[in-house]
């Protein structure tokens, strides 16, 4: 059953322009009565020349910037109203920022669906009664720029400047809901970008930020590197930087569940390899983890099982004791 009624109508008309620019710290300055200007917040920005493109029109409640960045990532729309500017900030679906907008503003919510198909009413999953949770994602359609893969905080990973720049992770220095994070960029199968996950290197929480559209469960992180590396054989680990740390010891063929669970699309996507080395953290939740998923996975395909000692990642482990654990293979 829906847990949550969302009504586009009243997002759009209980929450203001400014009132979400005060949200992301956003300064713009006053033009004249309802026109505002500043620098673009959008992720999608990187025309150095316009400085000062982006626009709000406070009586309409609609914004647009004008740079070439921006216009081309969107596909010649130059604006939009709230919803749109969240989508964008959030990298999520309208539906999920309508939703962000009710819980950020406290915006009143219907408690049952109207049957009017223009009302902006719609269900949970944003498609509709009876449809399902997507099991693929939309490639984005923008790229971070400035990404520094020489921040000091890879170091302190025991990540080297090559393997990061391999990964294309670095700090995100620019505008956004990923600026002061380390960034690291997602891919399909086809090696094409999903999503930029988020870690914090300042002890701030959430630890790792995802974009809310992003359904993890439906992708093996640094799965089109492993595919391209030819491998018979493929190494399964927990988090993004266990993939980093693995194929900076000389395994490029590794993905991650990003987590400790495996989804049935997840299975799938592994099954199209001859074998399986799980490589799971050393703790209750990877133990359980990888005993899970070798039992789904032994009827289909040579599952081996590395055990880490108590506590330990591989993110932990030096290239020496990767491959003492893993060998040749």
């Not at 829906?2 to 033009?31: G, T």
């Not at 700090?171 to 914090?200: C, K, N, Q, T």
């Amino acid at each position: 059953m829906p847990s949550e009624w969302i009504d586009f109508r009243a997002v759009k008309e209980s929450v203001s322009m400014e009132m979400i620019l005060a949200h992301y710290n956003v300064r713009v300055r006053k033009v004249n009565q309802t026109y505002l200007r500043g620098k673009c917040p959008l992720p999608s920005h990187t025309s150095k020349e316009s400085g000062d493109s982006f626009g709000v029109h406070a009586g309409k409640n609609v914004w647009a910037c004008q740079s070439d960045s921006c216009v081309k990532a969107r596909r010649g729309r130059k604006g939009g109203n709230v919803l749109d500017f969240v989508a964008l900030m959030e990298n999520c679906s309208i539906r999920e920022a309508a939703a962000k907008l009710q819980d950020w503003f406290r915006v009143a919510s219907p408690a049952t669906p109207t049957n009017d198909k223009n009302s902006g009413t719609v269900f949970p999953d944003g498609t509709g009664e009876g449809s399902k949770t997507p099991d693929s994602n939309r490639p984005l359609e923008f790229t971070l720029k400035d990404v520094n893969p020489e921040h000091e905080y890879f170091a302190k990973r025991g990540i080297s400047r090559e393997a990061a720049s391999v990964f294309g992770a670095g700090f995100f220095p620019g505008r956004g809901s990923m600026v002061g994070r380390v960034v690291i960029p997602i891919h399909d199968r086809e090696g094409r970008l999903l999503a930029y996950a988020g870690r914090s290197i300042d002890g701030s929480e959430p630890k790792y930020k995802l974009p809310a559209g992003f359904h993890k469960s439906a992708e093996l992180y640094n799965l089109h590197r492993a595919h391209e590396s030819r491998g018979e054989c493929v190494i399964v680990v927990e988090g993004f930087f266990d993939s980093m740390k693995v194929h900076q010891a000389g395994y490029p063929s590794v993905v991650a569940l990003m987590g400790s669970a495996m989804s049935e699309k997840q299975e799938e996507l592994l099954a199209a390899f001859q074998k399986i080395i799980l490589m799971l953290d050393g703790d209750e939740a990877g133990r359980e983890g990888a005993k899970t998923i070798a039992e789904r996975l032994i009827h289909r395909i040579f599952v081996r099982v590395v055990d880490l000692a108590d506590g330990k990642q591989p993110d932990q482990l030096s290239a020496e004791e990767i491959r003492s654990l893993l060998g040749s293979i």
